[in-house]
């Protein structure tokens, strides 16, 4: 068993940055991909961002250029940092991880808010 633990989200204007945080412990040599996914209140649970354990990483068209995946192994955390924010990206944000898409272990979420 893997358990996930997102941080970081809030609420923030447009134009703002966050950066939100999963902390991974368990089982976590059965990690090979994380990513960060987001539902929307209607919408469907979208991937927004993901990395593999090369480093590879993908983004959705929505946050290229303007969010960053990351992860410390030696944290054992993934990070998403997420700057230029429009109120678009208004979600609960999601941490999946498992040893290949789509995810077997899934955070609580973290509510991130943009709004003036």
């Known amino acids: 068993q893997v358990q996930l633990v997102e941080s970081g989200g809030g609420l923030v204007q447009p134009g703002g940055s966050l950066r939100l945080s999963c902390a991974a412990s368990?089982?976590?040599?059965?990690?090979?991909?994380m990513g960060w996914y987001r539902q929307a209140p209607g919408k469907q649970r979208e991937l927004v961002a993901a990395?593999?354990?090369?480093?590879?990483?993908y983004y959705a068209d929505s946050v290229k250029g303007r969010f960053t995946i990351s992860r410390d192994n030696a944290k054992n955390t993934m990070y998403l940092q997420m700057n230029s924010l429009k109120p678009e990206d208004t979600a609960v944000y999601y941490c999946?991880?498992?040893?290949?898409?789509?995810?077997?272990?899934w955070g609580q979420g973290t509510q991130v808010t943009v709004s003036s």
């Open positions: 368990g089982s976590i040599f059965s990690i090979n991909a």
């Open positions: 999946g991880a498992g040893g290949r898409f789509p995810p077997t272990y």
């Open positions: 990395i593999n354990s090369g480093g590879n990483t």
